[in-house]
């Protein structure tokens, strides 16, 4: 899946020597040099914990997302001897998280271009949120009220706070 097939066999090569078919990638699309992939660094005698890598591989130009952990065997005088790797692919929790950055990305523009005011409160009554072209009706800008107690904001306005409390209570 990540580019080995049976010719390819990593047994008794080296890093160096193994003909790869894929390339490894950092979380910001820079390839990772051999020398510093998990494996690498566990045979260096350091422990690698879930570092998160895109693996291209080059015969099907395919991704693929893992979360590399590595780990060195020691020998009898204490030098590393070899390593232990293993890998989850996270793939389907990368596209996720790519399609939930993208449907925020949506809900954004709609929410900022559109005549009216969106808003959240916590349960604390402090606003969250508060975004949309209808702020400039208010003479808000966007994100102006985030972090103040919307009662304390309307406080002027009874009505606001009544219905305010109402929702908070549920």
């Not at 390819?8 to 078919?21: A, D, Y």
């Not at 040099?33 to 130009?61: K, N, Y």
């Not at 395919?62 to 293993?86: C, H, K, N």
């Not at 306005?157 to 219905?163: A, E, M, Q, S």
Request: glycine share 8%.
């Amino acid at each position: 899946a990540l580019g080995y097939t049976a010719g390819n066999n990593p047994v008794g090569n080296t890093l160096t020597s193994f003909e790869k078919t894929w390339q490894d990638y950092d979380l910001d699309g820079n390839p990772i040099p051999i020398t510093e992939l998990p494996l690498s660094r566990a045979l260096r005698g350091e422990s690698v914990r879930m570092q998160p890598m895109r693996i291209h591989t080059l015969t099907s130009d395919q991704d693929r997302w893992i979360m590399a952990s590595a780990t060195p065997i020691y020998g009898e005088d204490g030098v590393p001897i070899a390593a232990f790797l293993i890998f989850t692919d996270i793939t389907d929790l990368h596209i996720a998280i790519d399609s939930l950055r993208e449907s925020e990305a949506r809900f954004r523009t709609i929410v900022t271009n559109t005549p009216l005011v969106t808003f959240s409160i916590n349960a604390e009554g402090i606003f969250t949120l508060s975004e949309g072209k209808g702020l400039e009706r208010l003479g808000l800008l966007p994100g102006q009220v985030v972090g103040i107690d919307a009662c304390e904001y309307y406080r002027d306005y009874p009505i606001i706070c009544d219905g305010i409390h109402r929702a908070l209570a549920g």
